[in-house]
């Protein structure tokens, strides 16, 4: 009997414990390694899910005809449109761009990033292909003019609006695709990103693209969801590289047809 009401007390002080923990969060600090636990694995809820935890696709993006068009020319290696003649960016070890990456699109264990945030200052780490990007918060404006120019990960800014993280970004290499499906974009490209801590292991992001060249109207993501990692933050990072020589020796091996042109 002893030993039951000490299991118990046990139990019920672990419990409060964590209680507090949630409880005592800090909403505004989003360091730490963030895990995707969402299912979808592509910019939003398209039609074209390609594995058994995906939801059908609810509607299809708002083209333009340059959008629809572009987004033809592509040849995704997944979804509907899988194609044995592909030209997916990733085939060739070419940067992700900043919106693939943040959709995390690859499977457990690599679907993460890492955030390392200062005052002035936020790193965003992505694991897989070893890639990261900067968010200034110290009240800068975002480049224009002939300070603005395309880069794979773009230019950001970021600001708290009450406990939501806003990132706003410009300047966009165009070679780069939204997420597997081939969805495109242009260089004029803005991308609105909403963080949400909502509980201490809890990470949301709304990622919204406005693009007036290739789509009709600002285009927003599903709530993409993270799960902190802890244990992840006390072992060696994986460095996972993208090594033309290995990925092309591999596609020729299995017949993927990933084209260069």
Request: aromatic fraction near 10%.
């Amino acid at each position: 009997m002893l030993l039951m009401r000490v299991l118990v007390t046990t139990i019920a002080i672990a419990a409060v414990a964590g209680a507090a923990a949630q409880s005592s969060f800090d909403a505004r600090a989003l360091s730490g390694h963030w895990d995707r636990s969402s299912p979808l694995e592509s910019f939003a809820n398209t039609p074209g899910g390609t594995r058994a935890n995906e939801q059908p696709g609810a509607r299809e993006a708002p083209f333009t005809p340059a959008g629809r068009a572009a987004f033809e020319a592509n040849q995704p290696g997944y979804g509907p449109r899988r194609a044995m003649q592909r030209n997916d960016p990733m085939g060739r070890c070419e940067p992700l761009g900043l919106v693939r990456n943040l959709v995390a699109e690859i499977v457990a264990p690599h679907a993460t990033f890492e955030i390392v945030q200062s005052p002035a200052r936020i790193l965003q780490i992505f694991e897989y292909r070893h890639d990261w990007r900067e968010i200034w918060l110290d009240g800068r404006a975002l480049p224009g003019g002939d300070d603005l120019y395309p880069k794979w990960n773009g230019f950001s800014v970021g600001r708290f609006e009450g406990d939501e993280l806003v990132v706003e970004s410009v300047g966009f290499d165009a070679r780069t695709w939204l997420d597997k499906l081939g969805y495109p974009h242009s260089e004029n490209m803005r991308v609105e990103e909403r963080y949400r801590r909502v509980d201490a292991d809890t990470l949301e992001l709304v990622i919204t693209v406005t693009d007036s060249e290739l789509y009709t109207e600002p285009w927003r993501s599903d709530v993409k969801r993270f799960t902190q990692n802890r244990a992840k933050s006390r072992r060696f990072d994986e460095q996972i590289y993208c090594i033309p020589a290995e990925e092309m020796t591999y596609q020729d091996l299995v017949g993927t047809g990933n084209v260069i042109d």
